[in-house]
């Protein structure tokens, strides 16, 4: 399970949280039965039912077509398989994941939905979802990761003869305009399953009404924030970020083929709902010129046995809460207490290009606008609370393309490994087939 894995999975139980379980799905809980056995550990026909529900909400919100449901949720048992045959492995080796990650990753998901972590539970448990079993799957999916950095991560180096062949290899595909990777911001206004033709309609004229504003020179990340129900539109305005052609629905592909750049598309219409997409940039098929780099500043404060991760993150959170009240500044907090070397700048971390922080810090510092302010953060090197102060386009020196062709070509070795060792460590478990999930 790499990093990104694990942000599309979080994003299918951000999907979830919005709408409650179809009444197929209530049926089939009341009539469960195993469907298969790994290592004498069963997976149960609900488990693939509702993670395929997961996905399919995820794929529609994309634009992206399902398959036909036999085959979908044969995918999906495969899916879990795998994952359950890693998680077993991953216990085997001793990884762990403590109380603090999990409640980390549940806030993030709260965030990122517009939620307080009370108010996301309420409606997982008014969805069906129990939160003691969300949090069992959160702590899984943290297993994985933690596995695949452990395996893989640190281990893989990329040597300069090919970093220089994989530079060679990016130049000419930046020949080719359909490789041209494209920075997309979209509104979803999102049509409920069995919507009357009544309401279809309503919605249709709401999005219009945005599409209309959007052509009229308004600032399409503020329309996002007013009009979208796709999750996280609230803070990040509908940026989608920058993707290659084939990281994207062919759907939105299409829709913004002859659109330029800051140009905005036609309303687009998928199982999700009705989109609206924004062109804000096109980089054609190599490396990236440019970058959004972020400035940003934080208070670190490490953990030692006087000063256990439940007492920083408390803490943490009072200067946050004293902060936002005007009580205290940010600035002069970091001086006193941040145990780093930025502390006596206030915290100033300077302007940062993307995965220069460690992906936890990342995340938050993502899902912010400036002037915003992270709940308290745990990293490995502690416990941050992170506020963004600005954003900016820049272009990339020459060394600093080099350095994320080296990164990417490292990730394209990760992933290359990672399968080899997920299709072995799903080859070493003993798997009993039952009944096929319905």
């Known amino acids: ?57 995820q794929l529609a919100q994309q634009g992206q077509a399902i398959p036909p449901s036999d085959v979908f949720l044969r995918q999906v048992l495969e899916r879990l ?7 077993q492995l991953a216990k085997e080796n001793g990884i762990k994941v403590d109380e603090a990650q999990v409640d980390q990753a549940e806030q993030n998901i709260a965030r990122r939905n ?20 969300f949090r069992e799957d959160l702590r899984n999916q943290l297993l994985l990761q933690r596995q695949r950095e452990r395996e893989f991560d640190n281990r893989v180096r990329v040597n300069d003869l090919e970093l220089d062949q994989f530079i060679a290899e990016q130049k000419a595909a930046a020949a080719d305009p359909s490789s041209a990777a494209l920075d997309l911001a979209q509104i979803l206004v999102a049509v409920p ?3 009357t033709d009544a309401q279809v309609q309503s919605l249709k004229a709401k999005a219009q009404r945005a599409l209309d504003r959007a052509r009229a020179g308004e600032d399409f990340a503020k329309l996002a924030r007013e009009f979208s129900d796709a999750p996280g539109a609230a803070t990040n305005g509908g940026a989608m970020g920058l993707r290659p052609p084939d990281r994207l ?19 687009v219409r998928s199982g999700a709902g009705f989109h609206i997409l924004k062109v804000l940039e096109r980089q054609g098929g190599g490396l990236p ?7 940003a500043r934080h208070i670190l404060l490490r953990v030692t046995p006087q000063l256990s991760e439940a007492q920083a993150l408390r ?6 809460r004293r902060i936002q009240q005007g009580q205290a500044d940010f600035a002069q907090l970091a001086k006193e207490y941040s145990q780093d070397g930025s502390a006596r700048n206030g915290g100033d971390l300077g302007w940062a290009n993307p995965g220069l922080f460690v992906p936890e810090f990342e995340e938050a510092l993502d899902s912010l ?11 490995r090197f502690g416990v941050h609370l992170i506020q963004l102060l600005e954003r900016r386009r820049a272009p990339l020196t020459p060394a600093e393309q080099r350095e994320i062709a080296r990164n990417m070509l490292r990730e394209k070795k990760i992933e290359e490994a990672y399968t080899t060792w997920a299709q072995e460590t799903r080859g070493r478990a003993y798997v009993e087939y039952r009944d096929p999930p319905q």
């Open 1 to 57: 399970m790499n990093t990104r894995a694990l942000v599309l999975w979080l994003a299918a139980l951000l999907c979830a949280v919005a709408a409650p379980l179809p009444a197929s799905a209530q049926a089939t809980r009341q009539a469960d039965y195993i469907v298969a056995v790994v290592n004498s550990e069963p997976i149960t026909n609900y488990e693939v039912r509702a993670r395929a529900e997961r996905f399919a909400q």
């Open 249 to 267: 629905p062919s759907l939105f592909v299409d829709a913004v083929r002859k659109v330029p750049d800051g140009g905005v598309s036609d309303i």
């Open 289 to 295: 010129t440019t970058v959004v780099q972020s400035h």
């Open 193 to 195: 399953e069995n919507a």
């Open 114 to 133: 517009g939620l307080e972590v009370p108010e996301l539970r309420r409606r997982m448990q008014a969805d069906g979802i129990a939160p003691a079993k």
């Open 369 to 379: 606008a400036p002037g915003q302010i992270a709940d308290p953060v745990i990293s």
């Open 81 to 87: 398989i795998n994952e359950r045959a890693q998680i």
């Open 315 to 320: 803490q943490l959170a009072d200067f946050k």
